[in-house]
């Protein structure tokens, strides 16, 4: 596998190579993504203060964790590596949609990604990595529909877009 390289891919998910992960940033090409949502047997949401030396969105809350599959990599075994690297365990976990999103940021970086959109449940520990993870809580999801609607600038852009997605398909899945 190629670490720090990201796979390159068109709008229908297809492969069309791959590239070192900060210049695909740096030229805003489109790659493959993923973004974990866990809950808790009580229905609250995993939530994750990425850490301050983040190279983009730093300090801001977002999903359990989110990456990218490295070329040869599946995205669901990426998001299990990324699971257990950021937070320190694993847990079943399935595919519920995905999205495409583009965000520029300050540094001159751009995120513009395919993110494909895993949930699990998990009640057990967490032990973190604090160069990947400031801070952390579990919240019931109104509440953090609520503050999204105060204070969406606490937020990762992307979270900001796939929460109300997963809003949605959990209601018609009746998950």
Not at 95 to 106: A, E, G, M, V
Not at 131 to 160: G, P
């Amino acid at each position: 596998m190629l670490v720090n390289q990201v796979i390159l891919v068109n709008e229908n998910d297809e492969e069309l190579g791959s590239m070192e992960k900060i210049a695909a940033h740096r030229e805003a090409l489109l790659h493959r993504a993923f973004s974990v949502f866990i809950f808790n047997r009580k229905g609250e949401m995993l939530l994750q203060q990425r850490a301050s030396n983040k190279y983009h969105s730093p300090d801001l809350w977002t999903n359990a964790c989110c990456s990218h599959p490295m070329p040869g990599e599946s995205t669901a075994d990426a998001a299990h590596r990324r699971l257990r690297e950021e937070l320190g365990f694993d847990t079943d976990l399935d595919p519920l949609f995905h999205f495409i999103y583009k965000t520029p940021f300050d540094n001159g970086l751009t995120e513009h990604e395919l993110d494909h959109v895993f949930v699990g449940v998990y009640d057990g520990p967490i032990q973190s990595d604090p160069a990947e993870v400031k801070d952390f809580c579990y919240m019931k999801m109104e509440a953090i529909s609520e503050s999204m609607q105060r204070h969406q600038h606490k937020y990762t852009s992307w979270f900001a877009i796939a929460f109300p997605r997963l809003e949605e398909e959990m209601a018609a899945r009746q998950l």
